[in-house]
């Protein structure tokens, strides 16, 4: 299993940027995918989940409304588009799937959001 993200960025506050997680080494269609981020200091916190049937995602309330997270099975790539964002989403953002009880991880892809 690897999955490599890409995309991150400085970014002014009230900017966007376009993260992306490519999968390899398992059925994509198979596993839900989740975002998380990491900011100094703190825990690293679930950020945004979708789902391997319909595709339904989930958001932590700070995130609503402002990020959205998607898919792609024919690239095998989950994407995660935030908007309006704010310093306090600067983070190292990971790319997460649980796969038979096993979490795999990306490298993560540094946010930083910052005038």
């Known amino acids: 299993v690897q999955l490599v993200e890409s995309g991150g960025g400085l970014v002014q506050p009230g900017g966007s940027l376009r993260l992306s997680c490519a999968a390899s080494g398992f059925s994509f269609s198979t596993y839900g995918m989740n975002w998380y981020r990491q900011a100094p200091g703190k825990e690293r916190e679930l950020v945004a989940t979708?789902?391997?049937?319909?595709?339904?995602?989930n958001y932590v309330d700070s995130v609503k409304g402002r990020f959205t997270m998607s898919s792609v099975s024919a690239k095998n790539t989950v994407y995660l588009q935030m908007n309006s964002l704010k310093p306090e989403d600067t983070a190292v953002y990971y790319c997460?799937?649980?796969?038979?009880?096993?979490?795999?991880w990306g490298r993560g892809t540094q946010v930083t959001v910052s005038s």
């Open positions: 997460n799937a649980r796969i038979r009880a096993r979490d795999y």
């Open positions: 979708i789902s391997s049937v319909g595709g339904s995602t």
